[in-house]
């Protein structure tokens, strides 16, 4: 792992590496005072190197501590949610915690076979991963880019009663670019709302409205998905 890190900090400027994601842990259930250190120095060289690290919070039904590297604190660690947006029972859990990510029943390749299913914070962390890489092409600083995601997310409570945000890269674009809150149905701007039955499509979505203060424009060429009925308020 330590080889891997060093890897991608001495090769960032020849292959553009801005991420490196971590599905893999000890086992432990750490807090931030009981935390190892073993490949610390790497890791925080690579912080250091303006380099993105997510690591997997690990998958032992811990409610009290994730593993490590998760729970070092250069490191942004992943739980996973299941298909019905709650916190999977598998997912290390605890004060450490940064974000949560779908990791339930994940399409996810395979040796020997194309795709098979497979569940796991390992599932989690990727989904991470990509949107970190998308939003540092915005020029945004790690700690931007983390804050952008726990703001912006589906603020979802586990069994031992910790929130923390699933991420949702759609609403963080949104909310980057056009002062645009999503939450379900409905786009939330500083001057009026608009909510749609059904958004199921949200297929260039952040490219579809314009605001001001007395009108709300759709651009139902761009997306005729939008071409319905709408409240606007």
């Known amino acids: 792992v330590r080889a891997g890190i060093e890897w991608c900090r001495n090769n960032k400027e020849t292959y553009n590496i801005t991420v490196i994601t971590m599905s893999l842990g000890d086992g432990g259930g750490y807090t931030s005072s009981t935390c190892p250190?073993?490949?610390d120095e790497s890791i925080n060289n690579?912080?250091?190197a303006d380099l993105y690290l997510v690591a997997a919070t690990g998958n032992n039904f811990r409610k009290n501590g994730i593993s490590y590297p998760a729970c070092q604190g250069n490191i942004t660690s992943v739980g996973a949610t299941t298909k019905a947006d709650k916190v999977a029972g598998y997912s290390n859990s605890g004060g450490l915690l940064d974000l949560l990510?779908?990791?339930s029943s994940i399409n996810s390749t395979n040796p020997g076979a194309a795709y098979v299913k497979r569940s796991g914070t390992s599932m989690a962390a990727p989904h991470?991963?990509?949107i970190m890489a998308l939003l540092k092409g915005l020029n945004l600083t790690n700690a931007e880019v983390l804050s952008l995601l726990q703001d912006?997310?589906?603020?979802?409570t586990d069994t031992n009663s910790i929130t923390r945000s699933r991420v949702n890269v759609l609403a963080a674009l949104l909310s980057l670019h056009h002062n645009i809150t999503f939450d379900g149905n409905t786009l939330t701007h500083e001057h009026g709302k608009v909510s749609y039955p059904d958004l199921a499509n949200q297929q260039d979505i952040d490219q579809c409205f314009a605001f001001?203060?007395?009108?709300?424009?759709?651009n139902s060429s761009l997306c005729?998905?939008?071409n319905a009925s709408a409240t606007i308020t």
């Not at 912006?152 to 979802?156: F, L, S, V």
């Not at 001001?212 to 759709?218: F, P, Q, S, Y």
Request: hydrophobic share 45%.
């Open 128 to 130: 991470v991963a990509g």
């Open 37 to 39: 250190n073993a490949i």
């Open 224 to 226: 005729p998905h939008l």
């Open 152 to 156: 912006t997310g589906k603020q979802i």
């Open 46 to 48: 690579a912080s250091l």
């Open 101 to 103: 990510a779908p990791g």
């Open 212 to 218: 001001d203060a007395r009108k709300v424009r759709v």
